[in-house]
């Protein structure tokens, strides 16, 4: 078989000759036609095809092209995140969704919620692919019908519909009956039920709305209730109980609300939830179905919605014992009895609730911390949100303060086992926390946890400040901000806090009192003694925990405080460094400014010479350190006096105004005086 290159040379040979041989044009032209002839019977003999001489023969390339990728299904987590825009629900099932996502999308935030009506117009109108709602009302119904959408309503918790009163009310029960003709207005006395001679202000929400509709279903039973003037008719349910809660005028109204939101989302200790027909709403009377008035929310979906869509398998997981056990965590009540759920059932009711969400009921005008005796009324305390201006969310405001406390107290127990500390996770205290003081000599809040308190071992209190932008009973405003920030270590194993002081509208104080501090602080290092103390107590305390088998960190940090216009900061030898000052402990550094100037001063030289010890709210012995050890002065009877001749050798402000007296006999003595004595 001839090849093609074995032509091509033949071919050339041939016109070659012929030119050599200098032939007339006619044999050159004959042999051109007999070389092509020749080509063309090879070419067609030959199986492999003939390129054309501009073409090129391509190699076979060595490298394997690679094959496109094949995509991955993405997980039920992604699916999650991408579904979070397109649900929606009621303001009651916020919890929920923010629980679910937190648990299955890696602590991500659950999505908007736009309250009811407007739920239940963006899952018709196709905006929405789930809502966590109440039941559908009428006009929902009749939307969805004229829009040619089928509801498929799945309940996933149980709730109740609750009545509820002002604490002064004394109506504690109410037959379904009687409640009925009310809001027919077949009953407009309290006395008809029980009550005062006083006209009922029977308060409803507006059409559509969640408890309206549940309100319909439930106690009317078909029957329409009475018109309700405009101005019982309130738009939100945080403004209905508010109504319900306040001090004036509202002995005589009833409103209602949903179990869930007024015991996990509402802070205000104002109202009572009535019994019906003898049967309190409980957690157990709405599970078991002893509660009447007892209903649920619900997983709302277009009947066209996808067998295997995110919005279905969200909903199936949710109706497992799993989810269910989420939904009772959150502190909603499960569809049925589930084994090992948690929902706080081993804790006092008065550790669980709303821990993020309250309205203050103080009214809306400072009065002062001397006002805070009145907080307390023949020997009852007045609810917590009594302490905060109308509206304000209290708890959040003191959670954070706690939670910033705790980071404190977990300083030196980093490493440690938590059991040595705490019980169980601490989530903040619930919005209607009755255990608090508000002593008005000390001008600070007190948020006592008792001995068998459920997250710390033995009891513990912290001590909040409060001023007078949050609360009738707060301090004036301090005019200054202080942060401590880490600067390194004051000695190998102790982590050193430098405070930064800023005073609000003067900035030559401001940089006097920070060019003080730094020269001050550098000094440390030089007072031998003082460094021998924190040496060795540093060494004491990780020598204790490692016999424990404990990781211990020790933080030397200021306690910082201010009276009138003066600035105190101070440096104890405690290991909570920087939290609420253990007195018995030896006190190592401590300065004064004078922050309208940011010159230091002798605090003891402002303060009165010879003061009335008598109005001390606290004497302790102080305490000094020796070779073996920290030491303690015996301890003074309660009430007791400084014996003639003792001499005040210091004072500092922290948690109240503390005086150090020296008797005589050489006994050092602390006396705490509130803010407002001096």
Known sequence: MFQIADLMKKAGIAIGSALRKRRNAYIIICAAVAVCVVLLVAAANNKEPVPA??????????????????????????????????????TVTIPLTEALYDSLCDGDSGPKHNTTPPAYENLINGSSDLIFVTYPSGEEFAAAEEEGVELEIIPIVKDALVFLVNIENPVENISLTRLREIYQGQIISWNEVGGLAEDIAAYQRPTNSGSQTLMLKLLMEGSEPMDAPAEVVVEDMGGLVDIVSAYDNSRTALGYSMFYYVNNMYGNSRFK?????????????????????????????????????????????????????LAAGAGYIPLRFIENETSGDDIDPIYVGDYNNSSGTGGTIWKGYEASEELTQNGVKRPLSDLFYDGFNYIEYINDKLFIELQTYNYWLTGMSDDLYLKRSFPGIPNDYPHYDLPHWQEKLIIEFPEDNPYFHGSYEFYLSLYKDVSPYGRDLPGYSVTSKPDGQLIPGVDFYMPIVSVADSPIATK??????????????????AIQQIEWYAQEQKALYDERGYVHKYRFAPVIDDWDDYLSISYFLEIFGGGTPKYWTPLVFSICFDMKTGATVKLTDKLPENPDFSEAWRVMPASWMTPEGIKTYDRPDEGYLPAQGSVISNAVVADGIVFYVTEPNGRVLFYVFGYDVF
């Open 53 to 90: 001489p501009s073409e090129t023969i391509e190699t076979p390339s060595l490298t394997p092209v690679p094959e496109p990728p094949i995509s991955q299904p993405k997980t039920f987590t992604e699916e999650l995140s991408e579904l979070r825009k397109r649900i929606d629900g009621s």
């Open 512 to 529: 006097r009192i920070n060019d003080t501090l730094q020269k001050w602080v550098d000094g440390f290092q030089n007072d031998a003694g």
């Open 273 to 325: 939830l009535l019994s019906i027909d003898g049967v309190k709403p409980t957690r157990e009377s709405i599970i078991t179905g002893e509660y009447p008035l007892h209903d649920g929310y619900y997983a709302v979906l277009r009947g066209d919605e996808p067998g295997d869509s995110t919005a279905r398998k969200l909903v199936d997981w949710l109706l497992t014992d799993e989810g269910q056990t």
